[in-house]
């Protein structure tokens, strides 16, 4: 089995789907890969390198460049959606959703449920999401929790090359609009990918690491972070728990509340900022569905609430990191 | 007197390095051989590690918790005429020889795929150097080479050894054709023409004893030993619903389920060996491929293999090792086992007697090739 990067895992996906349903297509901006100096097409695959080769593999009728206004493309891909496509829309950073939030909340979250069943809307917006690019305020944030809030989406973020792929193909076969959001930091990471299709299900969380002493549960990039703790933590007698969750729309709500029963400890680890975020959630959820199995308070590890700072120093202190989470964790660890 | 180190176990072509996450018996403790002493972690698992040998554990070097590379010195049993200036005297030298062991790796694992014609491959797993004589693993339905983790290196020590995946299985091709077994045997066949010229010491478990069974039937000539772990074809009962689950279990806590059935302590199930399998069943067309294989192997009378007349016409040495609690293949009764055949049961082991006693399934597996020899 090869080892290869995130970019790479999505970019397998898109390019296997595209080879076996002709219903796939994608919209969005510099998609074709930017037409660069001369006019030359496909040069980098996009902003972050993700649709390399497409182009010329599939051809400008299924991969498009659009004008630069994410209220026009992604309501035509909602429209696409609806009468039969299976459109792939990529809004360049999540940040941009302002600007079509009508279309995904009041249009595409809908439809099945204003049409009575009869409309079916199999779309996926891919997006970036994170900091740590140095890209200030407007393009790092991590949005994954707004999308979760609205019934009819299922949102999907994936931690690693294995589950960015598998998960990106179950995505395009969905009949539901999916948003699936990659973090820009793990788009170089590494991992054994098999050549072949398959799909990982929604609302399937994954034991990313057996413990006993305190269950962590991270999103996203986050889930590096965890581990990176965890790791810490076995040196100082600690044996950690860590859990991704890998959708947060369906949430995996069986396995959170199994592993919180057995260990009773819970530190929940996200990098959208703290009100109303993912770690808020899943905290009342397992607080309402368990807490007689808890032997001490709920830890949320999270970005502070305010928007990311382009310091690179404050930057850097803005993303929960591992020394926060062994922090949290050991805080509990007596009780 | 002889001083006996007890040391970090290799599990596996990636692990380099375990964590003593428990002893299970304190310094000055009589310990026998087979006894398990110590909890070993690895990235993928946990799992004890029984005594080599039987004495006194004198001196505990590497404490519960601590982390320490493969093949270290972890603890040292002795007999009480050793005198602690003997045990300390062995640990200083055993530092010194453990550090020119990293550089010697003949034995060290090799995978890489065979080209059995037709387009398929089979995944082939290799530990030592080319040799006329060879100890080939054959695992059973849904496992993969890793079934062998605890057993490969045991075997490894005096033999080369090769293990496969079957088709359908772990990076091998799916079976191709109508004729599943068949095709499925001639893969390997070929895949161990290639890799594994001369003798071959067959050791199968549960459904790769039906695909050993084959082979010694086809090529009697190459074979020299025969141990099958649990093997189909003794009998007509089989858990088929363990069979029918493991197919259709697309989720973990189900999966889970299924998998606990193999084994006598449920809780030796990992969730790396959850997520392991959830890999290979999720990849397309693999449900379908363990459908076809699971077909030829129960109908709606029971098992369809029957091996008994090839081992009891087979002229070299046959073992039959079971686990008393397998609640997949059901204990042969007596008049099922071939005479020729050295039966052995393993009282506390499921259906994988090789993960939860590997040392003595590893010394019953060396006990019966050394018969050939």
């Known amino acids: 089995m090869a080892k290869i990067s995130f970019r790479q895992a999505l970019n397998d996906a898109l390019r296997l789907e595209m080879a076996r349903d002709p219903r796939v297509i994608m919209m969005g901006e510099d998609l074709t890969g930017g037409a660069g100096g001369n006019g030359v097409k496909d040069a980098w695959g996009g902003a972050f390198g993700v649709t390399r080769g497409l182009l010329g593999e599939f051809g400008p009728e299924r991969i498009r460049d659009t004008p630069i206004s994410e209220t026009a493309f992604i309501g035509a891909a909602a429209g696409a959606a609806l009468t039969g496509m299976r459109p792939v829309a990529e809004l360049m950073f999540v940040d941009f959703a302002g600007v079509c939030l009508d279309q995904i909340v009041n249009q595409i979250a809908k439809f099945r449920y204003m049409f009575g069943g009869r409309a079916r809307t199999p779309l996926v917006i891919r997006a970036t999401y994170g900091a740590g690019t140095r890209s200030a305020a407007q393009h790092t944030q991590a949005f994954y929790p707004i999308f979760t809030h609205f019934p009819g989406l299922k949102v999907v973020i994936p931690s690693n090359p294995y589950d960015a792929k598998g998960l990106l193909l179950q995505a395009m076969r969905d009949d539901d609009p999916v948003i699936f959001l990659e973090n820009k930091m793990l788009y170089d990471t590494m991992g054994e990918v098999p050549d072949g299709s398959y799909t990982v299900p929604f609302g399937e969380a994954k034991v990313v690491r057996d413990g006993k002493d305190v269950m962590i549960v991270a999103i996203g990039r986050m889930v590096k972070i965890a581990e990176e703790a965890a790791r810490k933590l076995q040196s100082d007698g600690i044996s950690a728990c860590v859990i991704d969750p890998r959708t947060t729309s369906p949430l995996d709500e069986d396995t959170l509340i199994e592993f919180a029963e057995e260990i009773g400890r819970v530190v929940i680890v996200d990098e959208a900022t703290p009100r109303c975020g993912m770690a808020a959630d899943i905290s009342a959820m397992l607080a309402d569905k368990c807490f007689d199995s808890l032997r001490a308070p709920i830890k949320m590890v999270t970005a502070p609430h305010t928007p990311v700072p382009y310091a690179p120093n404050l930057e850097d202190l803005y993303v929960p990191n591992a020394d926060a989470v062994i922090k949290a964790v050991k805080s509990i660890i007596e009780r | ?373």
């Open chain 2, 1 to 373: 007197m002889s001083i006996e180190a007890v040391t970090i176990p290799k599990w596996g072509m990636t692990m380099t390095e375990g964590i003593v996450s428990d002893w299970l018996v304190a310094e000055g403790d009589e310990v026998s051989r087979g006894q398990e002493i110590i909890e070993v972690e690895s990235t993928k698992t946990t799992n004890a590690v029984e005594s080599a040998a039987s004495g006194i554990l004198r001196r505990i070097v590497v404490e519960a918790g601590e982390t320490a590379p493969v093949g270290a010195l972890v603890g040292v049993i002795a007999d009480a005429s050793a005198s602690d200036e003997d045990i300390d005297a062995f640990i200083a030298s055993f530092a010194g020889a453990s550090g020119a062991e990293e550089e010697e790796d003949s034995n060290a694992a090799s995978i890489k795929t065979v080209d059995v014609g037709n387009g398929a491959v089979v995944n082939v797993l290799t530990l030592g150097a080319e040799s006329d004589s060879n100890v080939v693993l054959l695992h059973g339905f849904g496992g993969d080479v890793s079934t062998w983790l605890f057993n490969q290196d045991a075997f490894a020590q005096k033999h080369r050894v090769v293990a496969v995946d079957l088709p359908g299985h772990g990076a091998s091709s799916p079976t191709q054709g109508s004729d599943v077994f068949p095709s499925l045997v001639a893969s390997i066949e070929r895949a161990l023409e290639i890799s594994a010229p001369g003798k071959l010491h067959l050791v199968a478990h549960s459904f790769g004893g039906a695909v050993a069974a084959a082979i010694a039937a086809h090529q009697p000539e190459r074979v020299a030993s025969i141990t099958l772990i649990a093997p189909v074809g003794l009998g007509k009962v089989i858990n088929k619903e363990f069979l029918d689950d493991f197919i259709t279990a697309e989720r973990r806590k189900p999966l889970k389920d299924v998998l606990e059935r193999l084994l006598a302590d449920p809780s030796k199930i990992s969730n790396d060996m959850i997520e392991g399998t959830l890999r290979f069943k999720r990849l397309e067309g693999v449900p379908e491929a363990l459908a076809a294989i699971r077909d030829t192997i129960v109908d709606g009378d029971g098992q369809r293999h029957s091996i008994t007349e090839t081992l009891a016409n087979f002229a070299g040495p046959v073992a039959l090792i079971w686990g008393g609690k397998d609640k997949i293949v059901p204990l042969p009764d007596g008049s099922q086992i071939p005479s020729n055949a050295k039966f052995s049961v393993i009282e506390d082991a499921g259906h994988m007697p090789q993960m939860e006693a590997s040392s003595e399934v590893n010394s019953i597996v060396l006990d019966n090739i050394s018969k050939s020899l």
